[in-house]
T-cell receptor, first 114, second 116 residues
Framework: TQLLEQSPQFLSIQEGENLTVYCNSS?????LQWYRQEPGEGPVLLVT???GGEVKKLKRLTFQFGDARKDSSLHITAAQPGDTGLYLC??????????????WGLGTSLAVNP | KAGVTQTPRYLIKTRGQQVTLSCSPI?????VSWYQQTPGQGLQFLFE???????NKGNFPGRFSGRQFSNSRSEMNVSTLELGDSALYLC???????????????FGQGTRLTVV
């Protein structure tokens, strides 16, 4: 069972459309991060959200952390082919000191068609 | 500054063989983590090294091992390869030890290992 569930698993849209992808859990996280991974590359950090209810914007990307810090969403406005990639969320659980690990979702694979 | 460098980029090995993968972190970064990425399982944490010591370990068998050198470069070794070990192996470096709420992991391009 994945601690972080991402949905949808796959998404194929046309250029210019809007989309939202989700990262959900039944557990509380101290923070959640969103990464984008392009084919043949490693994941690249897009944003970190720390406070419940926090909203962060990165150009056409809007990230939200749920009030209860159990879920997060990523909304892309007017998607472009360059947004194509695997979107991964990763979370830090409270406590555990130096034994903390980043908990990863399986990702949403996004294809934006010209 | 240079990013995280992983070598080799691609590798084909036969079942039963062993393999060593290399990771050079960003200059100044002392923490190196290793992940296995497969389509079905996603990113699975293997282990983390800081100052030449393994600080954290995932749930992988003992065939998977690693080490870190005094210059923070790290190697990962897999012995007695199995078909299921075919995956993208990613290395990530970060500045400090362990994971905090604001830890940023910088990933290399990965090593694509195929076991035949």
């Amino acid at each position: 069972t994945q601690l972080l569930e991402q949905s949808p698993q796959f998404l194929s849209i046309q250029e210019g459309e809007n989309l939202t992808v989700y990262c959900n859990s039944s557990s509380v996280f101290s923070s959640l991060q969103w990464y984008r991974q392009e084919p043949g590359e490693g994941p690249v950090l897009l944003v970190t959200v720390v406070t419940g209810g926090e909203v962060k914007k990165l150009k056409r990307l809007t990230f939200q952390f749920g009030d209860a810090r159990k879920d997060s969403s990523l909304h892309i406005t007017a998607a472009q082919p360059g947004d194509t990639g695997l979107y991964l969320c990763a979370g830090v659980r409270p406590g555990a000191g130096n034994n903390r690990k980043l908990i990863w979702g399986l990702g949403t694979s996004l294809a934006v068609n010209p | 500054k240079a990013g995280v460098t992983q070598t080799p980029r691609y590798l084909i090995k036969t079942r039963g063989q062993q393999v060593t993968l290399s990771c050079s972190p960003i200059s100044g970064h002392r923490s190196v983590s290793w992940y296995q990425q497969t389509p079905g399982q996603g990113l699975q944490f293997l282990f983390e090294y800081f100052s030449e010591t393994q600080r954290n370990k995932g749930n992988f068998p003992g065939r998977f091992s690693g080490r870190q050198f005094s210059n923070s470069r790290s190697e990962m070794n897999v012995s007695t390869l199995e078909l299921g070990d075919s995956a993208l192996y990613l290395c990530a470096s970060s500045l400090g030890q362990g994971i905090t709420v604001n830890t940023e992991a910088f990933f290399g391009q990965g090593t694509r290992l195929t076991v035949v």
